[in-house]
């Protein structure tokens, strides 16, 4: 049993949180994240069914720098919430739930992500 003393006053800054608990982190940002795109996604769509000149602006707005910008953390949403979820069942089925195995599958996580 551990009998060292807890802190009182807890300097968020300071706090190293581990690399598991920041994959863990991202998974719910990215989940977050294509969760708000899906409004801007189906406001393109509508946009580009409305009329071949929607059409034009939808392909305008997608190729702009802010659009591929949108896209490419699309891209990277949908891959790391899909290989970070792949981790997370094998961990609830636990498979990879020892320290270090978690660690390094966080660090997989990151690299294919």
């Given at each position: 049993m551990n009998t060292?003393?807890?802190?009182?006053?807890?300097?968020l800054?300071?706090?190293?949180?581990?690399?598991?608990g920041f994959v863990s982190i991202l998974h719910r940002v990215s989940g977050f994240g294509m969760f708000l795109m899906i409004g801007v996604m189906l406001g393109i769509l509508a946009l580009s069914l409305e009329s071949p000149q929607g059409y034009e602006r939808a392909g305008e707005l997608?190729?702009?720098w802010l659009g591929k910008f949108l896209l490419l953390g699309l891209i990277?949403?949908?891959?790391?919430?899909?290989?970070?979820?792949?981790r997370f069942l094998l961990l609830d089925?636990?498979?990879g739930a020892e320290l270090a195995a978690a660690r390094k599958s966080s660090?997989?996580?990151l690299m294919l992500s």
């Amino acid at each position: 049993m551990n009998t060292k003393p807890r802190p009182k006053h807890l300097d968020l800054t300071k706090i190293r949180l581990p690399l598991p608990g920041f994959v863990s982190i991202l998974h719910r940002v990215s989940g977050f994240g294509m969760f708000l795109m899906i409004g801007v996604m189906l406001g393109i769509l509508a946009l580009s069914l409305e009329s071949p000149q929607g059409y034009e602006r939808a392909g305008e707005l997608l190729t702009g720098w802010l659009g591929k910008f949108l896209l490419l953390g699309l891209i990277w949403a949908f891959s790391h919430h899909f290989i970070a979820g792949i981790r997370f069942l094998l961990l609830d089925l636990h498979v990879g739930a020892e320290l270090a195995a978690a660690r390094k599958s966080s660090a997989l996580v990151l690299m294919l992500s």
